[in-house]
């Protein structure tokens, strides 16, 4: 499963419509949230991953014992898995979490008291999908998650390019584009500030991430 089919398919589209009950949001604003939550978070875990055999290392065991993947047959769970998802993010951003709700919420439109616990919902499904891709590929121990996740992320960027021009698929390209060309080390700086804030040409002259949420949001 690529990273497009968990967003658009079947467990993105149930998590999306339980969010869209719990908190009066628009499931096309929760997809939308989702087509860049899960790059960042994958992004963040790599980064750790590869900075810290420790990190890798505690990565693959919480993979292993509580992201195995069963999550996305039965996406149900979010909702129950709420206050583990918030703990994720938390060890995942760390000090800049408040600054990455900040950024999602101004660029979604989610408000800044509902975007914490949507991306509280949506974590538990993006490690989930981590985890079975880890089964899938054999990777083992942590030493191999970050070219796993490196793959993860390639995959999805080479899959938005390739398939037609349509909203999500022009996030996704965005979003990933701006984390390998940008690459300064820093995720947040690479996918939040080259693409939601618009920085480079191409994002200006689409109007950024807020340009190709409009083209969803509005239905066009």
Same mark, same amino acid.
């Given at each position: ?23 009066g ?24 991953? =590869?900075? @810290? ?9 919480a993979? @292993?014992?509580?992201? @195995?993947?069963?999550?996305?047959d ?7 898995? =709420? ?7 938390d060890h ?54 970050g ?9 999805? %960027?080479n899959?938005? %390019?390739a ?9 996704? @390209?965005?979003v ?15 996918i ?10 191409q %994002? %200006?002259s =689409?109007?950024?991430?807020g ?6 949001l509005?239905?066009?």
């Amino acid at each position: 499963m690529s990273l497009i089919d968990l967003i658009t398919g079947n467990a993105g589209n149930q998590v999306a419509t339980q969010a869209e009950n719990k908190f009066g949001i628009s499931k096309n604003q929760i997809i939308a949230l989702l087509a860049v939550a899960s790059p960042l978070v994958i992004s963040y875990l790599r980064k750790k991953s =590869q900075e @810290d055999p420790n990190e890798a290392e505690a990565l693959n065991n919480a993979l @292993d014992k509580d992201h @195995d993947g069963s999550i996305l047959d039965n996406p149900s769970q979010v909702e129950a898995r =709420q206050q583990e998802g918030g703990s994720i993010l938390d060890h995942i951003f760390g000090g800049q979490k408040a600054t990455v709700e900040n950024q999602l919420s101004q660029n979604t439109g989610i408000s800044m008291d509902k975007i914490g616990p949507v991306l509280a919902m949506l974590a538990p499904l993006i490690m989930g999908y981590i985890g079975k891709e880890k089964q899938s590929s054999g990777v083992n121990s942590g030493g191999g998650l970050g070219d796993l996740l490196g793959g993860i992320l390639g995959g999805a %960027q080479n899959q938005a %390019q390739a398939e037609p021009s349509n909203p999500l698929n022009d996030i996704l @390209d965005s979003v990933l584009g701006g984390s390998q060309a940008n690459n300064s080390g820093n995720p947040l700086n690479d996918i939040l500030g080259s693409v939601l804030g618009g920085s480079n040409q191409q %994002q %200006q002259s =689409q109007g950024g991430l807020g340009g190709l949420l409009g083209s969803i949001l509005g239905g066009k």
